[in-house]
């Protein structure tokens, strides 16, 4: 039986010669390979034509993490810590998450991923979350090393597609962002917040499968939790694929 293709977003970088790739960290990959998914990755750049011919061919789509959005996008406040934006990507990525969301694709959103979905649906970001939101915990743990500390819990609102999928009220997760949801899309609903209140999760209800996590779960699959949003995320592909 032919597995569901599911996209993966990508980012742009240079190989060692200092040529430009496409480019994406093998966890992604492996943990949508583990549930059952046929990755698919998705460079930026795309014309409109190839974007939705893509999206017309794939199952779901998972918004991968990365660099800051374009403040400008949002209409956030610069900041000096912003790094890593992409324009290319940004606009690729918004115009698909809009393209998906309208036609009821199921998504997942990772990290900046979930970013993407809060400010495609006309959200806001802290563009820096330890100078703008007073009382923080904090969620910037260095994203070079330190993927697999659990640095903060998340609560899980009771009866949401998130504790359905998890069945556990309180996860464990590693926090590598330093932005963060600021006004969530009016489309959106939080269903999992830090101890500090900052939203970690959100649904976008009325799809298959329209999720977003702030956390890293491809690097915590070694947690059953994690390891069920992946599969959950998967099997609701493949059923929309049959
Ligand atoms: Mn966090």
């Given at each position: 039986?032919?597995?569901?293709?599911?996209?993966?977003?990508t980012?742009?970088?240079?190989?060692?010669?200092?040529?430009?790739?496409?480019?994406?960290?093998?966890?992604?990959?492996?943990?949508?390979?583990?549930?059952?998914?046929?990755?698919?990755?998705?460079?930026?750049?795309?014309?409109?034509?190839?974007?939705?011919?893509?999206?017309?061919c794939?199952?779901?789509?998972?918004?991968?993490?990365?660099?800051?959005?374009?403040?400008?996008?949002?209409?956030?406040?610069?900041?000096?810590?912003?790094?890593?934006?992409?324009?290319?990507?940004?606009?690729?990525?918004?115009?698909?998450?809009?393209?998906?969301?309208?036609?009821?694709?199921?998504?997942?959103?990772?990290?900046?991923?979930?970013?993407?979905?809060?400010?495609a649906?006309?959200?806001?970001?802290?563009?820096?979350?330890?100078?703008?939101?007073?009382?923080?915990?904090?969620?910037?743990?260095?994203?070079?090393?330190?993927?697999?500390?659990?640095?903060?819990?998340?609560?899980?609102?009771?009866?949401?597609?998130?504790?359905?999928?998890?069945?556990?009220?309180?996860?464990?997760?590693?926090?590598?962002h330093?932005?963060?949801?600021k006004e969530?899309?009016?489309?959106?609903?939080?269903?999992?917040?830090?101890?500090?209140?900052?939203?970690?999760?959100?649904?976008?209800?009325?799809?298959?499968?329209?999720?977003?996590?702030?956390?890293?779960?491809?690097?915590l699959?070694?947690?059953?939790?994690m390891?069920?949003?992946?599969?959950?995320?998967?099997?609701?592909?493949?059923?929309?694929?049959?």
């Open positions: 039986m032919p597995l569901p293709l599911i996209g993966l977003t980012y742009n970088d240079k190989n060692q010669y200092g040529f430009p790739v496409a480019a994406l960290m093998h966890k992604y990959i492996l943990a949508v390979s583990e549930a059952g998914g046929t990755p698919v990755l998705i460079p930026s750049g795309l014309t409109e034509d190839a974007r939705s011919t893509l999206l017309e794939l199952d779901g789509i998972l918004f991968t993490g990365g660099g800051d959005i374009a403040t400008e996008t949002f209409g956030g406040e610069p900041h000096p810590r912003v790094a890593a934006v992409d324009p290319a990507r940004d606009s690729m990525e918004l115009a698909l998450f809009k393209a998906a969301a309208s036609d009821g694709k199921p998504f997942l959103g990772i990290c900046r991923g979930f970013q993407v979905v809060n400010v649906l006309g959200g806001t970001l802290y563009t820096d979350i330890a100078d703008q939101r007073p009382g923080a915990i904090k969620h910037d743990y260095n994203p070079g090393t330190q993927r697999q500390v659990l640095a903060h819990e998340v609560r899980v609102d009771s009866d949401t597609r998130l504790a359905e999928i998890t069945g556990e009220p309180v996860l464990k997760v590693n926090s590598l330093h932005q963060g949801a969530l899309a009016a489309a959106l609903k939080s269903v999992a917040c830090a101890p500090d209140g900052l939203v970690e999760a959100v649904v976008l209800p009325g799809l298959p499968f329209g999720l977003a996590v702030q956390w890293h779960p491809e690097w699959t070694d947690q059953p939790a390891r069920k949003l992946f599969f959950a995320f998967v099997a609701a592909c493949r059923e929309r694929k049959t």
